[in-house]
């Protein structure tokens, strides 16, 4: 069955620390490969996708994830986490007609 | 920029009551879709559309339909609304192999 899991429902980090959000998925395919965020009140915002070639991609807000085909995973990272960043991220895994988006992440950001 | 608006940021309906949600985009996207999102459960497909009068069952239809009279327009109906349909629904849209755009939800309130 198409999965995705994202393991940790909170993560709570220092502002200036580093962040790595992690996403596994089953899929039966290679599929298309996204990271979302949702501030409170808000609708989901693209922060990077990956499709095809180099296995890492780069976002917007100095987000970046990797690919890993071994590993079945696409993690996100960021090297200095800022205040704003405090947020909900959802991994999503799919093909061109839909997605299957995983139960996110809550970020809590500490000064 | 591509702009998914929903009417209606927040509804409370009774028991019983036939609820209209609209989404409107203003991309030309064929594709439109319906989640709602609960916590703990990520976001979950309910409809999508890909072009005009044409509507597929996501993975938790029941208890829902939809209308796509216009390529712009696709509303999600709740003919009966029940307490537990109690969520925030997210209207989106894309184009091939575009990411999805999301409105900023309705948080619907089913007493």
């Known amino acids: 069955a198409q999965s995705v899991t994202q393991p940790d429902i909170h993560i709570t980090v220092s502002e200036g620390a580093s962040l790595e959000l992690r996403c596994n998925y089953s899929?039966?395919?290679?599929?298309?490969l996204f990271w979302y965020v949702q501030s409170p009140g808000q609708g989901l915002q693209l922060l990077l996708k990956y499709f095809s070639g180099d296995t890492l991609v780069q976002g917007i807000k100095g987000f970046e994830a990797e690919f890993k085909r071994s590993q079945s995973s696409f993690n996100l990272r960021k090297p200095s986490v800022h205040w704003s960043d405090a947020a909900e991220y959802f991994c999503?895994?799919?093909?061109?007609?839909?997605?299957?988006f995983g139960t996110g992440t809550r970020l809590q950001v500490f000064p | 920029d591509v702009k998914v608006t929903q009417s209606s940021r927040y509804l409370v309906k009774r028991t019983g009551e036939k609820v209209f949600l609209e989404c409107v985009q203003d991309m030309d996207h064929e594709n439109m879709f319906w989640y709602r999102q609960d916590p703990g459960l990520g976001l979950r497909l309910i409809y999508f559309?890909?072009?005009?009068?044409?509507?597929e069952k996501g993975d938790i239809p029941e208890g829902y339909s939809v209308s796509r009279e216009k390529k712009e327009r696709f509303s999600l109906i709740l003919e009966s609304a029940s307490t537990n349909q109690t969520s925030m629904y997210l209207c989106a849209s894309k184009q091939g192999n575009s990411p999805l755009h999301f409105g900023n939800g309705t948080r619907l309130t089913v007493t």
């Open positions: 899929y039966g395919a290679t599929p298309y």
């Open positions: 559309s890909y072009d005009v009068k044409m509507k």
């Open positions: 999503a895994v799919g093909d061109t007609d839909k997605l299957i």
